[in-house]
């Protein structure tokens, strides 16, 4: 009769993954101190999220929850525009990384008895595009690189361009007032572009594109979970057939419009933004693809720790 003990080996081995796949999160807001050192790793502090994004112009949303803070905290975060940076991720996988930043719009506190619940509603980039207005004018000729370079200046946000992202020179000038993302509609619009705030960061990429491939690969054995599902999305948004996008597709330096894609899961994957180019390896599908959107969801106690990826074929 087989034994039913663990021997010392399969012990160790457990052991082991647990410590791999141990969570790790903080939760930081860092113009403030917190008794938790900002609600980090905190045992038996219980704090779940959710981590909504896409490549839209509207901002990407987070939402907190935290079980049982001091009275003295809770005080302290109940406060609009305060700035939160979020990480996550696995202690012996390069530990938690950021996969989030924004700033809070809503706080809302719930006594359930045996808890009590403060939820954070936090955007990406809110302030940015509300409080960003300005005036903008340039000579004729000017790049329309300086402009954007402007822009995102008077945001207050880098700027990251994706592959094949250029800008044509404005030959009668250029000027502009009001606010920042409507500038940024405006510029990118003409030409074939599409911006984002991912992280506070300004994202400008190719309509269709991607901002780079960077070798991120899932498969079974690389954080896939379960199988992909097949999806068929309508555009978001109208297509701005501008002449200079019709030249890029022309010489085909724009990617096409792609609605088929998959949703896949995988383990949580904090390091992926909307625009990057995954490599997915499955039984049904194999290739590249790019994040169209995500979620991150995760409990730092129990229950689920992923990342849900909607992706669009078309990349090669």
Not at 97 to 108: A, L, N, Q, Y
Not at 212 to 227: I, P, Q, T
Request: hydrophobic content about 35%; aromatic content about 8%; proline content about 3%.
């Amino acid at each position: 009769m087989p034994s039913e003990q663990k021997t010392n080996e399969q012990q160790n081995e457990e052991e082991k993954q647990k410590y791999y796949w141990a969570r790790e999160y903080r939760l930081l807001f860092p113009t403030i101190n917190l008794e938790y050192n900002n609600l980090e790793n905190k045992e038996g502090l219980k704090v779940e999220f959710e981590v909504s994004k896409d490549l839209t112009q509207e901002t990407n949303k987070c939402k907190f929850t935290i079980y049982n803070l001091t009275d003295e905290s809770r005080a302290k975060i109940e406060k609009e525009d305060l700035r939160v940076d979020f990480y996550a991720g696995y202690r012996d996988n390069d530990g938690p990384k950021r996969i989030f930043t924004g700033s809070v719009i809503r706080t809302t506190t719930t006594d359930e008895g045996h808890d009590v619940k403060t939820v954070i509603e936090a955007s990406d980039g809110q302030v940015a595009i509300r409080d960003s207005v300005f005036s903008l004018s340039y000579a004729p000729g000017t790049d329309g690189l300086i402009v954007v370079k402007a822009i995102a200046s008077n945001m207050g946000l880098p700027l990251v361009l994706g592959d094949g992202v250029k800008f044509a020179a404005y030959t009668n000038g250029y000027s502009f007032v009001g606010k920042g993302g409507d500038a940024l509609t405006e510029v990118c619009g003409g030409n074939g572009l599409d911006w984002s705030i991912q992280n506070g960061t300004l994202q400008i990429i190719l309509s269709g594109g991607v901002v780079a491939k960077r070798g991120l690969v899932f498969s079974a054995s690389s954080g896939l979970v379960g199988s992909p599902a097949r999806i068929v999305k309508a555009a978001a948004k109208e297509d701005r057939d501008t002449p200079k996008r019709k030249a890029r597709k022309k010489a085909k330096k724009e990617k096409p419009d792609k609605k088929a894609g998959w949703k896949i899961e995988t383990l949580l994957a904090p390091t992926v933004s909307p625009g990057d180019a995954i490599k997915v390896e499955s039984r049904k599908i194999k290739g590249w693809f790019r994040v169209e959107s995500l979620k991150h969801t995760g409990s730092s106690i129990s229950g689920e720790f992923k990342t849900q990826m909607d992706i669009i074929e078309g990349l090669g």
